[in-house]
């Protein structure tokens, strides 16, 4: 935990921020904290700082935060996912906030099995917390925009460019030569949304609607990875090609 994620309500006016429960565990039983230190602490969807323990006792941790004037911006690449097997989307969530999206749009395919939207995986109570322990492994603040479509030909004909501020749009598709490299110039989009398909592959029909509605297709070699490989991969290159800076790809435990 590389950064401490309060609630907008759990800070009051003065600063003071008090923590019983996993976050507070880990200050005392991992950063091994004591009055005095300080800590990285962020507010949800809000600034980064630095926080002072005040007090300790009966697990209850005691913090005054002083909080930067600026918030981070929102990742500049949003994900269209076909929702992948519950227990891939489990493993998922960290990783995508950890990597940084702006907003994921989860839909259906014809590879994609009914039952996967009826899954807990997909329920808020279940992947907020999910995308929250993302945020503090690197250390960002906003959380992504979460939302879930289950007709794919009502999402991107009728609803997508609602969601969508415009920008450069990519499909992954394993057929393709191009990689992203080949059509992104750092700079030259504010934004990048990218679709992901299913592990069996988007179907022709899928990848030419996608293609009448601005969707360039781009590949990354001859191997055929799992989704969550995909996405890792597809979403370190999206923001490399784009240029963005606060992506440094830094290793921590």
């Given at each position: 935990m590389?950064?401490?994620?309060?609630?907008?309500?759990e800070?009051?006016a003065?600063?003071?921020?008090?923590?019983?429960?996993?976050r507070?565990?880990?200050?005392?039983k991992?950063?091994?904290?004591?009055?005095?230190?300080?800590v990285?602490?962020?507010?949800?969807?809000g600034?980064?700082g630095?926080?002072?323990?005040?007090?300790i006792?009966g697990?209850?941790v005691?913090l005054?935060?002083?909080?930067?004037?600026?918030i981070?911006?929102?990742?500049?690449?949003?994900?269209?996912l076909?929702?992948?097997?519950?227990?891939?989307?489990?493993?998922?969530?960290?990783?995508?906030?950890?990597?940084g999206?702006?907003?994921?749009?989860?839909?259906?395919?014809?590879?994609v099995?009914?039952?996967y939207?009826?899954?807990h995986i997909?329920?808020?109570?279940t992947?907020?917390p999910?995308?929250?322990?993302?945020?503090?492994?690197?250390?960002d603040?906003?959380?992504p925009v979460?939302?879930?479509?289950?007709?794919f030909?009502?999402?991107?004909e009728?609803?997508l460019?609602?969601?969508?501020?415009?920008?450069?749009?990519?499909?992954?598709?394993?057929?393709s030569t191009?990689?992203?490299?080949d059509i992104?110039?750092?700079?030259a989009?504010?934004?990048m949304?990218?679709?992901?398909g299913?592990e069996g592959?988007?179907?022709?029909?899928e990848?030419e609607?996608?293609a009448?509605?601005?969707?360039?297709?781009?590949?990354?070699?001859p191997r055929t990875?799992r989704?969550?490989t995909?996405?890792?991969?597809?979403?370190?290159?999206?923001h490399?090609?784009?240029?963005?800076s606060?992506?440094?790809g830094?290793?921590s435990d």
């Amino acid at each position: 935990m590389n950064l401490i994620i309060l609630e907008r309500n759990e800070v009051g006016a003065d600063g003071r921020a008090s923590l019983s429960d996993g976050r507070a565990a880990h200050l005392l039983k991992v950063l091994r904290v004591e009055p005095g230190h300080t800590v990285r602490v962020g507010v949800v969807d809000g600034p980064r700082g630095i926080a002072t323990v005040q007090a300790i006792g009966g697990g209850l941790v005691t913090l005054r935060c002083t909080l930067d004037a600026d918030i981070p911006p929102r990742p500049a690449v949003d994900l269209l996912l076909a929702v992948p097997r519950p227990k891939v989307m489990r493993r998922l969530w960290a990783q995508i906030a950890a990597l940084g999206v702006g907003q994921i749009i989860l839909t259906n395919a014809e590879k994609v099995e009914r039952n996967y939207f009826d899954t807990h995986i997909l329920a808020p109570d279940t992947y907020r917390p999910l995308l929250i322990e993302g945020l503090q492994q690197a250390r960002d603040t906003r959380v992504p925009v979460v939302s879930i479509h289950r007709q794919f030909r009502i999402l991107i004909e009728d609803a997508l460019d609602g969601l969508s501020a415009g920008g450069l749009r990519v499909v992954a598709d394993p057929g393709s030569t191009r990689s992203l490299r080949d059509i992104t110039r750092p700079g030259a989009a504010e934004r990048m949304m990218l679709a992901i398909g299913p592990e069996g592959g988007w179907n022709a029909f899928e990848l030419e609607l996608l293609a009448a509605h601005g969707f360039q297709s781009v590949g990354m070699g001859p191997r055929t990875l799992r989704t969550d490989t995909a996405c890792v991969a597809l979403l370190a290159l999206a923001h490399s090609a784009m240029g963005n800076s606060d992506f440094s790809g830094q290793i921590s435990d």
